[in-house]
């Protein structure tokens, strides 16, 4: 499997079927952007500075705190799916704007050169080749595997269908505390180009020290210091990050992670066979999902950004999501030997949560690794 030299007849016709299509208006990306903002920065600021809120009983204020942290949630989830989109060049068709959208991951306490490196260079290169894609390997060190090719043993098959949400639910929090530190040392030294990045890696620390020491400055001193109590400051933060993580993550594992796609290792060591395009590895690697309920399924592509298309989206990342739909039904019957699966959210989500399960069987994982399961 090479990375990637050519496109198929198919994949080519499929390129230029797409750039046909008229680019709507962005107004819809926009909104969630405008919406996102207000409910990031409206929810702290009004639990922080309204008094009455926190003099209930206590389990009354446990529920105000936990409301409050879910309107945070969402606006965090909002501003992730836009900004994700003007780091592939998708959110606008000026470049100066996808630039300046896509800076604003510092609002949610991240470092964007890592975001970018992880994300739009490694993941969407190196989908499911476990040695490349660092996403099939960000939970080993809680036994939480996404990988047949995985030296951690996980925990057993049930217990993991129960913890694989909490673990979601700490990506940001591991992030935004030592999670940067980590993935600057890491993807420093592996291409300064693709890093974007000419400083050296101490600069690049001291960089993201001051950054942390601001944004938790803003986000725990400064309303300490202004005389919101530690126990409503704290747990606000800590449960909307988690309910964050429990939103966003999903969204991209259940869509890698499944009975109906197909993992590798490496490309250099792994003996496969077919020959495939960078489309199509797309949809061997990815799925789609959505409601039948059209009014619920508009409701699910709105607040996740059009990110429920994510085959459509790793094959034309650069491409405005409000086109994501009319590229997936043309992906219904325009490849002949590879299937693009596209299934209900529920059958989606059983199939991430029956992988999970399938990876503590040491049989599968031996067929796996051998080759032998290749038929989905």
């Known amino acids: 499997m090479q990375f990637y030299t050519r496109l198929s007849d198919e994949s080519r016709a499929l390129k230029k079927r797409v750039s046909q299509i008229p680019i709507p208006s962005n107004l819809p990306l926009w909104r969630n952007f405008l919406i996102g903002l207000i409910l990031l920065f409206s929810a702290p600021c009004v639990l922080f500075v309204t008094p009455e809120l926190w003099q209930f009983h206590p389990v009354v204020e446990s529920i105000v705190i936990f409301l409050f942290a879910g309107i945070f949630a969402i606006g965090f989830l909002l501003i992730g799916t836009t900004q994700h989109h003007g780091s592939h060049g998708g959110f606008s068709q000026n470049p100066t704007i996808n630039y300046w959208i896509s800076k604003t991951i510092f609002l949610m306490g991240m470092w964007d050169k890592n975001w970018r490196m992880q994300h739009v260079v490694l993941h969407h290169t190196y989908t499911n080749l ?167 399924n508009g409701i699910l592509t709105n607040l996740f950004g059009y990110l429920n298309y994510q085959v459509v989206h790793h094959i034309f990342p650069g491409k405005s999501p409000l086109i994501y739909p009319e590229i997936s039904r043309l992906l219904e019957t325009w490849y002949d030997e590879v299937k693009y699966f596209k299934l209900q959210l529920r059958d989606a989500w059983k199939a991430h949560l029956d992988y999970l399960v399938q990876l503590t069987d040491e049989e599968f994982i031996t067929m796996t690794r051998s080759g032998e399961l290749r038929e989905m």
């Open 130 to 296: 476990y040695n490349k894609d660092p996403d099939v390997r960000s939970a080993e060190a809680a036994k939480m595997i996404f990988s047949p090719f995985s030296s951690t043993r996980p925990y057993s098959g049930q217990a993991r269908k129960w913890f694989v949400f909490f673990i979601y639910g700490l990506t940001f929090i591991v992030w935004l505390t030592y999670g940067d530190f980590r993935r600057v040392i890491e993807y420093h030294g592996i291409d300064r180009r693709q890093y974007n990045n000419d400083k050296s890696l101490v600069r690049c620390l001291l960089e993201i020290s001051i950054f942390k020491i601001c944004y938790f400055g803003l986000a725990i001193a400064l309303p300490l210091y202004m005389g919101t109590p530690w126990y409503i400051v704290i747990p606000f933060l800590l449960i909307g990050l988690w309910l964050a993580g429990s939103l966003l993550m999903p969204i991209f594992q259940m869509a890698h992670i499944s009975t109906k796609t197909r993992h590798f290792h490496d490309p250099n060591e792994l003996p496969i066979h077919e020959e495939i395009d960078q489309y199509e590895h797309a949809m061997l690697t990815t799925v789609d999902f959505y409601f039948e309920n059209k009014f619920l």
